[in-house]
């Protein structure tokens, strides 16, 4: 059964640190996909970034940039430079193609100026 | 290009009663799935329609049921509520099933008293 893990429950930084988010995932599929969405107070879904199996390559978007390790089924989250704007839940999440979307219980990210 | 549309925006029930909720998916899109998010929590899968037919589903009781138009849009019944029952409910769309590749709308929120 898939599963995700987001040990990190509420982590607290001062603007312009940066911070890591982890996830842990596990699935018995070779193809899967990787989610990290960002839900600010108003309550939408923000999606940030989708990462297949085949593809551990790390990828950066401006101020954020993504991990893939298979080896440790990790898929961990990094923003640099931090911004009171960054403050939100953060949830990792697996997909195994064609069935359910699995969630981590998300992280609290709050940035204080 | 309208988004995933949700209604209403927020709901107040007493325990005992009956609600339905409203999505309309983003254009394309035929397949809608539904997600209860408890506060604190992730979202947790409920159940996907398409071709107008419950095609998977997440570990929730009988008392929660849906619906698919022929126009894609679908609706949330949940009967008996429960005081347990209150959470933000999110609406996502996606084509031909495929949930590693979903838009969420902005969820309606069920406080049930």
């Known amino acids: 059964a898939q599963k995700v893990t987001q040990a990190q429950t509420e982590i607290s930084v001062v603007e312009k640190e940066d911070v890591t988010l982890d996830c842990v995932y596990e699935t018995r599929d070779t193809t899967y996909y990787l989610f990290w969405y960002k839900q600010p107070p108003s309550g939408e879904l923000v999606f940030l970034i989708r990462r297949n199996s085949f593809d551990e390559q790390n990828e950066i978007s401006g101020r954020y940039s993504w991990n893939f390790q298979k080896s440790t089924s990790s898929f961990n989250f990094t923003i640099t430079a931090s911004q009171v704007v960054d403050s939100a839940v953060y949830f990792c999440?697996?997909?195994?193609?064609?069935?359910?979307?699995?969630f981590g219980a998300g992280t609290r990210l709050t940035v204080k100026p | 290009d309208a988004g995933v549309t949700q209604s209403p925006t927020h709901l107040i029930k007493t325990r005992g009663q009956q609600v339905t909720l409203r999505c309309s998916p983003k254009?394309?899109?035929?397949?809608v799935s539904w997600y209860q998010q408890a506060l604190g929590q992730g979202p947790q899968f409920i159940f996907q329609?398409?071709?107008?037919?419950?095609?998977q589903r997440g570990n929730f009781p009988d008392r929660f049921s849906g619906h698919q138009f022929p126009n894609y849009s679908s609706e949330l019944n949940v009967n008996a509520l429960l005081l347990g029952d209150s959470a933000l409910y999110l609406c996502?769309?996606?084509?031909?099933?495929?949930?590693?590749?979903?838009?969420f709308g902005p969820g309606t929120r069920l406080t049930v008293t």
């Open positions: 329609y398409y071709e107008e037919e419950e095609r």
């Open positions: 996502a769309s996606s084509f031909r099933q495929a949930l590693y590749e979903q838009y």
């Open positions: 999440a697996l997909s195994e193609g064609y069935n359910d979307m699995r």
């Open positions: 254009s394309g899109h035929d397949t």
